[in-house]
């Protein structure tokens, strides 16, 4: 029983360490993304939104779809949204749908739009759920 408990030790530690430098890299991005230093969080948050932080992902989306420290480009945004969402982000989900719904670096697309609003008002959503009573 010792070894195992070992080897799971081990393994969280080294697993732990490896993870470590990402949500370093997410929060560091985070705070120079919030002091508007978008070159500092686009650096930063790179790396960690390529390996599939959903954080990291659904902040490149912000950065796109706004023109933060990179050219406004809706189509990346909805790429970065898309992936965030994929994972149940809420505000990725969010704004996917937004962006179906305008027709905004994707093809316009209201059963779209709805079905990502859906998934975001189930996760509590207020935006969503609002946006949802009002399509009638």
């Not at 070894?3 to 560091?28: E, K, M």
């Not at 050219?71 to 909805?78: E, G, L, M, P, V």
């Amino acid at each position: 029983m010792k070894v195992l408990l070992r080897i799971s030790t081990l393994a969280s530690l080294l697993f732990g360490s490896l993870l470590t430098p990402c949500w370093a890299d997410v929060t560091a991005g985070r705070a120079a993304y919030e002091r508007h230093d978008y070159q500092a969080a686009l650096q930063a948050l790179r790396p960690s939104a390529d390996g599939g932080d959903a954080s990291a992902q659904f902040l490149l989306g912000s950065m796109y779809a706004h023109g933060e420290g990179v050219t406004q480009d809706y189509a990346h945004a909805a790429q970065w949204f898309l992936r965030a969402a994929e994972q149940g982000h809420p505000a990725a989900q969010f704004n996917v749908g937004i962006l179906y719904d305008e027709g905004l670096g994707v093809k316009q697309d209201y059963t779209e739009a709805t079905r990502w609003f859906r998934q975001a008002a189930h996760q509590g959503s207020a935006a969503a759920q609002l946006n949802l009573g009002s399509a009638v």
